[in-house]
T-cell receptor, first 113, second 110 residues
Framework: QKEVEQNSGPLSVPEGAIASLNCTYS??????FFWYRQYSGKSPELIMS????GDKEDGRFTAQLNKASQYVSLLIRDSQPSDSATYLC?????????????FGPGTRLSVLP | DGGITQSPKYLFRKEGQNVTLSCEQN?????MYWYRQDPGQGLRLIYY???????QKGDIAEGYSVSREKKESFPLTVTSAQKNPTAFYLC?????????FGPGTRLTVL
């Protein structure tokens, strides 16, 4: 059974702080990793993808991947109240087109003004 | 303007009724997916299709049915056999390696 685990939260951080969201996965052969943001009552939207070990930065977001530790994280710098949402980690377990994603349960982030 | 559309946005079902949720995409993606999300919960896979005229059961297919007659369309029918259908239903499509979601349909049983 391929699994993706996340702390359910809520994770509360003050405005302007760095929010750190973590995700671990069970399938060592996984190749593609994604972070989605889901606002309450809305559908998930893709915010980051990462494929190689190391860091990938996009604006205030940084994804970090460590395949040896089977760990992927998302850092949000200068957190804003508008970042308050549930963040879903998703893993594509095979390097094949059309394989099913495995989603984590999500971490709820609350940024306090 | 490329994307995934779902309709209706809200749907109300009476006991014993079948209802069909629409999902259309113009992204030229081969793979399409249906997920169910209950309040405060993660995504659960209902059905998926990787090619026209073929589809596979996901983790919670009982009480649901799908068809894939066109590449662009993947409708989901919630049958009367699904005893607790109240949930948020999400359709997704996948190109090479990334899934994108439609806006969702919120189904409520009256």
């Amino acid at each position: 059974q391929k699994e993706v685990e996340q702390n359910s939260g809520p994770l509360s951080v003050p405005e302007g702080a760095i929010a750190s969201l973590n995700c671990t996965y069970s399938d060592r052969g996984s190749q593609s990793f994604f972070w989605y943001r889901q606002y309450s009552g809305k559908s998930p939207e893709l915010i980051m993808s990462i494929y190689s070990n190391g860091d990938k930065e996009d604006g205030r977001f940084t994804a970090q991947l460590n395949k040896a530790s089977q760990y992927v994280s998302l850092l949000i710098r200068d957190s804003q109240p508008s970042d308050s949402a549930t963040y879903l980690c998703a893993v594509n377990p095979e390097d094949n087109y059309g394989q099913n994603f495995v989603f984590g349960p999500g971490t709820r982030l609350s940024v306090l003004p | 303007d490329g994307g995934i559309t779902q309709s209706p946005k809200y749907l109300f079902r009476k006991e014993g009724q079948n209802v069909t949720l629409s999902c259309e995409q113009n992204l030229n993606h081969d793979a399409m997916y249906w997920y169910r999300q209950d309040p405060g919960q993660g995504l659960r896979l209902i059905y998926y299709s990787q090619i026209v005229n073929d589809f596979q059961k996901g983790d919670i297919a009982e009480g649901y049915s799908v068809s894939r007659e066109k590449k662009e369309s993947f409708p989901l029918t919630v049958t009367s056999a699904q005893k607790n259908p109240t949930a948020f239903y999400l359709c997704a499509s996948q190109g090479t390696d990334t899934q994108y979601f439609g806006p969702g349909t919120r189904l409520t049983v009256l």
